[in-house]
């Protein structure tokens, strides 16, 4: 079972970025799914969420958008407006009770390998 982000990359401020997170070797239909972040220094915190409902952090609410292709076994988290501390490894995860809310970063079953989004000012 593998997840593989993609599509982070430099970006200047105010541009957008699609990442995408393809899930393999099952499927992750009942799955919760979501993305988080890291920035150096601090603590990996959730971005965005799917699940039984939908959660964002407050920093990101009307800036991103998480969707999933549940066809394709993907995630996707789409950055509009991106701001400088928006700069971070960003790293998608899978959990297998669909009703958790992901902030509880222990409970996850799968972990991505990260991407790098850096946003210029």
């Known amino acids: 079972v593998q997840l593989q982000a993609s599509g982070g990359g430099l970006v200047q401020a105010g541009g957008s970025l699609r990442l995408s997170c393809a899930a393999s070797?099952?499927?992750?239909?009942?799955?919760?799914m979501g993305w988080f972040r890291q920035a150096p220094g601090k603590e990996r915190e959730r971005v965005a969420w799917?699940?039984?409902?939908?959660y964002y952090a407050d920093s990101v609410l009307g800036r991103f958008t998480i969707s999933r292709d549940f066809a394709l076994n993907t995630v996707y988290l789409q950055m509009n407006s991106l701001k400088p501390e928006d700069t971070a490894v960003y790293y998608c995860?899978?959990?297998?009770?669909?009703?958790?809310?992901?902030?509880?970063?222990?409970?996850?079953?799968?972990w991505g390998k990260g991407t790098q989004v850096t946003v210029s000012s």
């Open positions: 070797g099952r499927s992750f239909s009942n799955y919760a």
């Open positions: 995860a899978a959990d297998s009770n669909r009703f958790h809310d992901g902030t509880n970063l222990a409970r996850m079953d799968y």
């Open positions: 799917s699940g039984s409902k939908t």
